[in-house]
């Protein structure tokens, strides 16, 4: 097999080859929900709480049907619909389960939360509807930080959860820390709040939901990560069987983690779909994006760590507090980040003694579901400052002192009981360094006091099986996926996934692997995600898992797809099966060779020529699962950026990326996921906060106060590859898809500190105000 885009080896994996769905993408043929048109399609609109924490006295909706174009609206307690429900399996005083109601009835705890829903011949009818909506409050006392939520008398956002916390974990405790903290030379201590971020898929959510009468079938079509999740939900809500749902995703643009959880309003809409036998869409405006979808990141950490005279560190004691908004979510549970926090904070370093608390806190906010990272570009950040600190007080170098303590012997232990398999932490480190001097960049700190340098290692743990989540004690407990292949008559294959793709590219990636496996081109493999009814079971994407899990169950099953074609070729042929291989497109044996098309023809249409025991047609079906601590991709970041003394503006000038997630299978996307999630960093580290007042009414309602980075804020990035194959995944890939996310603010923030070296002032929150760089610049103008 040779192609033009071929490696010269002739493999495909570790080919930077077109990305196959662009042409679609591209040209305006993708098909994307808010495209799927219906014979008398409905349009559905919320009406949404305007009160952050109240007691709904009366819902009147009496107005809104009697509105020109409007066809129903239904309150809570007209549809009587089944809560959803997260669980972890931990005790009481642990895990506070809450129900999140699909429509809120005798509360609502967040502005935004919906109320009753709508639906109209067209959405502007819909939107007329909303208006003439009657809803009495009583209003209750908000709770709007995690510092109100946890002061004594605090309101209650749920009742059933005391001081408002979900979740209070504390994983680790070593023997014997606080003696290590009192016999230490040098002590830190990093006091870091987070802001609260939307993930900002380009499509927002959306369905389009209709009853199949001819296959008793409620059909959904909806943007989401996790279609068989969605699928039980709505199951149990509308009080259908699982096998009467089915859920359909078309196109997506984007999802970064926001599209992982189960939300409310599809559910709702499905459940009108099935009430009226009319088919209803919903697709969600930018307002409400911005407002009353799910929000991620606010974290606030208090952590002191302990170094020996040669900076070495020694322990490390940390406090985890996350506002995870009104309600838990579907299914990770509102203990999604303290829980990530708290088991992986030692990341890339050696800690040999470790203490953590980690907490959700509940508040009247919109609620929280995972953002691309999930914690990491918070406790990286955390962990980041300890070294900068660190450094500073002991007189030393910031890199040296992460050379001195960064895991260099794999398989490493870690005091969080993870086993950490082998990468290029130290390589990293040391290529990004020199990158930066190589450029001339440190030459330009030396002067200029106005520019900075700042770096960030870490790792990214990937490809979490199920015996990392059922760590976590989920009561829904992901991890493996499922392959199912097939070979046509004309020797084409069409491949399955239980992973889903939102951009990332699922469908060359994975027609790669198994192109490489059969021997075909990478085009005559058709890679089929995103449909409850032909897939056999998936838990959708997240957590960097779609190569390392559902990329090695598609390489599985097309492997098992390999040796049933040699068998039957080897049969037909009267030669040994061992003495046959894949080919280009068929099995040889010597000189002699069989096309696919022609085991294939065999396979279907003359099954009387198969070997005994050898049913017809040419399936496989494989699963993979990851037992262990799954495989941890690691990078550094480096970044220089220049202050404005004028304005406290900060420009970056140049951004390095070193990264390894084992072996690419496509450089070129791997590339453009780490200069996306760098970007999302970047957002994060010094534009994007959703903000809400002292009543809990939200502050960025639109792209005028939610700060979106433009292209003009956001670097050319200089990406290099290193390379630590993993031993057990498909290929030695890692997961790649949220380590730029969660290197960039630690190192945007410890290159402003750097910038800011002269004056005397450490700034340790992100986003970065601009109003203290601007201070701390002024005021040191002023002293000089």
């Known amino acids: 097999m040779s192609g033009p885009h071929l490696r010269r080896d002739g493999a495909w994996v570790g080919a930077s080859v077109p990305r196959r769905e662009d042409p679609r993408l591209l040209t305006g043929r993708g098909r994307f929900v808010d495209d799927i048109r219906l014979p008398g399609m409905l349009h559905a609109a919320f009406v949404r709480s305007t009160e952050a924490h109240a007691r709904i006295l009366s819902v009147d909706l009496d107005g809104v049907r009697t509105t020109p174009g409007v066809v129903a609206a239904y309150a809570a307690a007209d549809l ?88 209070d974990v504390s994983l680790f405790a070593t023997e014997g820390i606080d003696a290590v903290f009192d016999a230490a030379h040098t002590v830190v201590e990093v006091r870091t709040r987070t802001g609260r971020q939307n993930a900002l898929p380009l499509e927002t959510r959306g369905a389009v939901a209709e009853w199949d009468d001819r296959d008793e079938q409620l059909r959904v079509h909806t943007c989401t990560q996790v279609p068989h999740q969605v699928r039980t939900v709505l199951a149990r809500s509308v009080g259908l069987l699982e096998k009467q749902v089915r859920v359909i995703v078309p196109d997506m643009g984007g999802g970064f983690g926001q599209k992982c959880v189960v939300g409310r309003e599809e559910i709702a809409a499905a459940a009108v779909a099935l009430r009226l036998r009319t088919p209803v869409k919903w697709i969600e405006d930018r307002h409400d994006a911005l407002t009353a979808s799910f929000l991620a990141r606010e974290q606030h950490y208090t952590v002191r760590a302990a170094f020996d005279a040669g900076g070495t560190i020694q ?25 990530m926090a708290s088991a992986e904070m030692p990341g890339v370093y050696r800690v040999p003694s470790y203490r953590v608390r980690g907490r959700a806190v509940t508040t009247n906010k919109a609620p929280t579901a995972p953002y691309r990272g999930v914690s990491r570009p918070q406790y990286v950040m955390v962990m980041e400052r300890v070294m900068e600190k660190a450094a500073r007080a002991l007189g030393m170098d910031a890199v040296e002192l992460r050379r001195r303590n960064v895991i260099t012997d794999f398989p490493y232990r870690g005091v969080n009981g993870i086993t950490y398999d082998p990468g290029s932490y130290r390589e990293s480190l040391d290529l990004c360094e020199q990158v930066l001097r190589d450029e001339g960049w440190f030459d330009r700190r030396d002067a200029d006091a106005t520019v900075g340098i700042g770096f960030a290692c870490f790792s990214e743990r990937t490809g979490y099986g199920s015996g990392a989540f059922a760590q976590r004690k989920m009561a829904v407990v992901p991890g493996f996926d499922v392959s199912e292949i097939r070979m046509d008559l004309d020797g084409t294959v069409s491949v399955t996934s239980g992973t889903l793709s939102h951009g990332q ?55 098992q797809l390999g040796t049933q074609l040699r068998e039957i070729a080897a049969h037909l042929l009267e030669v040994d099966v061992e003495s046959t291989e894949l080919d280009g497109g068929g099995v040889r044996a010597g000189d002699r060779r069989l096309s696919f098309a022609e085991i ?24 993979f699962d990851v037992g262990g601590d799954g495989t941890f991709s690691n990078a550094t970041h480096g970044v220089v950026v220049e202050l404005d003394p004028g304005t406290g503006g900060v420009q970056i000038l140049r951004y390095v990326c070193v990264e390894d997630c084992g072996v690419a299978i496509n450089p070129k996307i791997v590339e453009g996921q780490a200069r996306g999630g ?11 906060e959703v903000r809400y007042d002292d009543a809990g009414q939200p502050l960025a309602p639109s792209f005028m106060e939610y700060k979106v980075p433009t292209a003009a804020e956001i670097p050319d990035v200089r990406i290099e590859h290193l390379e630590t194959p993993c031993a057990f995944t498909a290929n030695g890939a890692k997961g790649a898809g949220e380590g730029g996310t969660i290197g960039a603010p630690a190192a945007v923030l410890n290159a402003v500190n750097d910038a800011l070296r002269t004056t005397g002032v450490e700034l340790d929150d992100t986003p970065i105000p601009r109003e203290a760089i601007y201070r701390a610049l002024e005021s040191a103008l002023e002293a000089r």
């Open 80 to 167: 009587d619909l089944h809560d959803i429900v997260a669980l972890l399996d931990r005790p009481a005083h642990e895990f506070v389960p809450t129900a999140m109601p699909v429509l809120a009835r005798d509360k609502v705890r967040f502005v935004g939360e919906p109320v009753a829903i709508v639906v109209a011949r067209d959405p502007y009818a819909a939107e007329d509807g909303l208006e003439a909506a009657a809803v009495e409050y009583a209003p209750l006392p908000p709770v709007v930080s995690d510092t109100a939520a946890l002061a004594d008398g605090a309101a209650l956002v749920h009742e059933e959860a005391p001081r408002n916390t979900l979740v």
């Open 505 to 559: 590219g699922h469908e060359t990636t994975m027609a790669q692997l198994v192109a490489d496996r059969l021997g075909i081109g990478y085009d005559q493999v058709k890679v089929v995600q995103g449909d409850t009814d032909r897939i056999l079971y998936g838990w959708g994407s997240f957590a960097s898992r779609s190569i390392t899990i559902g990329g090695s169950a598609v390489a599985a099953s097309a492997e």
């Open 600 to 623: 294939a023809d065999v396979a279907y249409l003359k099954a009387h020529l198969l070997p005994k025991g050898v049913g017809p047609g040419l399936t496989a079906t494989a699963s």
């Open 678 to 688: 760098i970007a999302q960093g970047i957002a994060g580290a010094l534009f994007e």
């Open 315 to 339: 322990a490390l004691d940390a406090d985890v507090v996350c506002d995870m908004g009104a309600y838990s979510c579907y299914p990770f549970t509102a203990g999604i980040e303290p829980l």
